[in-house]
């Protein structure tokens, strides 16, 4: 064991480390907070300097930290936010949990990756330890991290003097169950050395810790994880799209398949898929293998069928509207929930965004409604903003699409007052009211 490995295991050990998390997001505040509360001395890092002025006044913007937890460890000092990579230089160890999004054509987007390696690099030094935590293909640890943080002339040797690892975030926004601290953290290092360094890393800040073989191991871990996700909930919406034109409720189906106690999971429909992790990552995978020439087959499949779901929102619409001698085009139609998963704010990649827009396209006058999203913004630069859930804005509608089932919603008071109601959450079951509903 080298010296400088030795003395990092002794400072992460005894807790006098000092760790740094890029990106204070979903995925680094959590993160860093929880370092924090294991007794490092955190800075987090972002690039927008609204939000390190609200994490320097121990204000969360993230639902899932409570600003009474983050308050006490800004106040001891043992979590302060910046902007400057300079207020990095002296840290023991970096995570950098920054966006990899997809560019429209489908390709990973390693801009936000590669532009913190780089920085990182600049303030790298004997004894670092580097962990990457963005989501992204199998490879890149090893292929685009590691080559940035020893080309800049630091001399450093991988596995001696410098640690570099792979462990992939695992946030469920709005999980009220699992968070950071109980949910087993997966790592993987380029040597074995990295390894044991960045075990002892997040051992005081989680319950379990599981070492695999490599990065690329870890790496691999993450997309296996949304794949076998991505690919359940297309085959249930595929489902969903049969039982429609067998005339059976697919819930019904679900429900009793759910009986079953062996051999069978409940994935459930919906509008389409959102958040950054089950839309995206797969995608992945499939852009690195189509780099050797093969296709990743359940993946494209599963991602053509979720993709269509907001479509056959559209269609319900239409249909439903039908019914009443409506058309599309000039209805009143009021969206319930922006936000791509029940009771959180997050609107990333949400298909409700996708359903505004295709009902404006097709000529409705769209308003909605979303306890968490006071304003989302469209494209061309326009903003929405919610307006107030009303008798007389619900009553005023042609059709009123639950898009989001928040759990704040009284879907009693919903189906009292709305017409029709597109219910593609099954959120209305067990509910009564005067309205005529629409399932998925």
């Given at each position: 064991?080298s010296?400088?490995?030795?003395?990092?295991?002794?400072?992460?050990?005894?807790?006098?480390?000092?760790?740094?998390?890029?990106?204070m997001?979903?995925?680094?505040l959590?993160?860093?907070?929880?370092?924090?509360r294991?007794?490092?001395?955190?800075?987090?890092?972002?690039?927008?300097?609204?939000?390190?002025?609200?994490?320097?006044?121990?204000?969360?913007y993230?639902?899932?930290?409570?600003?009474?937890?983050?308050?006490?460890?800004?106040?001891?000092?043992?979590?302060?936010?910046?902007?400057?990579?300079?207020?990095?230089?002296?840290?023991d160890?970096?995570s950098?949990?920054?966006?990899?999004?997809?560019?429209?054509?489908?390709?990973?987007?390693?801009?936000?990756?590669?532009?913190?390696?780089?920085?990182?690099?600049?303030?790298?030094?004997?004894?670092?330890?580097?962990?990457?935590?963005?989501?992204?293909?199998?490879?890149?640890?090893d292929?685009?991290?590691?080559?940035?943080?020893?080309?800049?002339?630091?001399?450093?040797?991988?596995?001696?003097?410098?640690?570099?690892?792979?462990?992939?975030?695992?946030?469920?926004?709005?999980?009220?169950?699992?968070?950071?601290?109980?949910?087993?953290?997966?790592?993987?290092?380029?040597?074995?050395?990295?390894?044991?360094?960045?075990?002892?890393?997040?051992?005081?800040?989680?319950?379990r810790?599981?070492?695999?073989?490599?990065?690329?191991?870890?790496?691999m871990?993450?997309?296996?994880?949304?794949?076998?996700?991505?690919?359940?909930?297309?085959?249930?919406?595929?489902?969903?799209?049969?039982?429609?034109?067998?005339?059976?409720?697919?819930?019904?189906?679900?429900?009793?398949?759910?009986?079953?106690?062996?051999?069978?999971?409940?994935?459930?429909?919906?509008?389409?898929?959102?958040?950054?992790?089950?839309?995206?990552?797969?995608?992945?995978?499939?852009?690195?293998?189509?780099?050797?020439?093969?296709?990743?087959?359940?993946?494209?499949?599963?991602s053509?069928?979720?993709?269509?779901?907001?479509?056959?929102?559209?269609?319900?619409?239409?249909?439903?509207?039908?019914?009443?001698?409506?058309?599309?085009?000039?209805?009143?139609?009021?969206?319930?929930?922006?936000?791509?998963?029940?009771?959180?704010?997050?609107v990333?990649?949400?298909?409700?965004?996708?359903?505004?827009?295709?009902?404006?396209?097709?000529?409705?006058?769209?308003?909605?409604?979303?306890?968490?999203?006071?304003?989302?913004?469209?494209?061309?630069?326009?903003?929405?903003?919610?307006?107030?859930?009303?008798?007389?804005?619900?009553?005023?509608?042609?059709?009123?699409?639950?898009?989001?089932d928040?759990?704040?919603y009284?879907?009693?008071?919903?189906?009292?007052h709305?017409p029709?109601?597109?219910?593609t959450?099954?959120?209305?079951?067990?509910?009564?009211?005067?309205?005529?509903?629409?399932?998925?």
């Amino acid at each position: 064991m080298s010296d400088y490995q030795q003395q990092l295991l002794d400072r992460l050990h005894n807790r006098t480390a000092k760790v740094g998390v890029i990106g204070m997001g979903y995925v680094g505040l959590p993160l860093a907070v929880e370092f924090a509360r294991a007794g490092y001395h955190v800075i987090g890092l972002d690039v927008l300097p609204e939000k390190v002025a609200q994490l320097n006044a121990g204000e969360s913007y993230i639902p899932d930290v409570p600003t009474e937890t983050l308050a006490p460890l800004v106040q001891s000092g043992h979590l302060r936010a910046t902007t400057t990579y300079d207020d990095l230089v002296d840290m023991d160890a970096i995570s950098i949990c920054v966006p990899t999004p997809l560019r429209k054509t489908k390709d990973p987007d390693m801009s936000y990756v590669v532009a913190a390696a780089d920085e990182v690099a600049k303030v790298c030094h004997p004894g670092l330890l580097v962990v990457l935590e963005s989501t992204t293909y199998p490879g890149t640890t090893d292929e685009v991290i590691l080559p940035r943080l020893l080309g800049n002339g630091n001399h450093l040797t991988v596995g001696e003097d410098l640690f570099v690892a792979f462990s992939p975030e695992r946030v469920d926004p709005g999980n009220p169950v699992y968070g950071v601290r109980n949910t087993p953290k997966v790592v993987g290092g380029v040597t074995p050395a990295c390894v044991e360094a960045v075990t002892a890393l997040y051992e005081p800040a989680v319950d379990r810790v599981v070492p695999v073989s490599s990065t690329a191991a870890a790496e691999m871990v993450k997309l296996l994880e949304n794949t076998f996700r991505a690919v359940n909930i297309g085959l249930v919406n595929e489902m969903a799209l049969m039982c429609s034109r067998l005339g059976v409720d697919v819930w019904e189906v679900i429900a009793a398949a759910s009986s079953k106690p062996f051999g069978f999971m409940p994935f459930y429909p919906g509008p389409g898929l959102g958040g950054h992790c089950i839309p995206i990552d797969p995608l992945y995978l499939s852009w690195k293998l189509r780099e050797l020439n093969y296709t990743a087959r359940f993946i494209e499949l599963a991602s053509e069928i979720n993709t269509s779901m907001p479509y056959h929102v559209i269609h319900l619409v239409s249909e439903g509207l039908n019914e009443d001698c409506k058309s599309v085009k000039g209805a009143r139609i009021g969206v319930l929930g922006m936000a791509y998963k029940r009771d959180i704010d997050d609107v990333r990649e949400s298909p409700a965004l996708d359903i505004y827009e295709l009902l404006e396209t097709k000529g409705a006058h769209v308003s909605y409604n979303d306890p968490y999203v006071a304003s989302v913004r469209l494209s061309g630069e326009r903003v929405a903003e919610s307006v107030e859930l009303s008798a007389e804005w619900l009553a005023a509608q042609d059709c009123v699409v639950i898009v989001t089932d928040h759990r704040a919603y009284d879907y009693d008071f919903i189906l009292e007052h709305a017409p029709l109601v597109i219910d593609t959450r099954n959120a209305t079951n067990g509910h009564q009211g005067r309205a005529r509903v629409v399932k998925l």
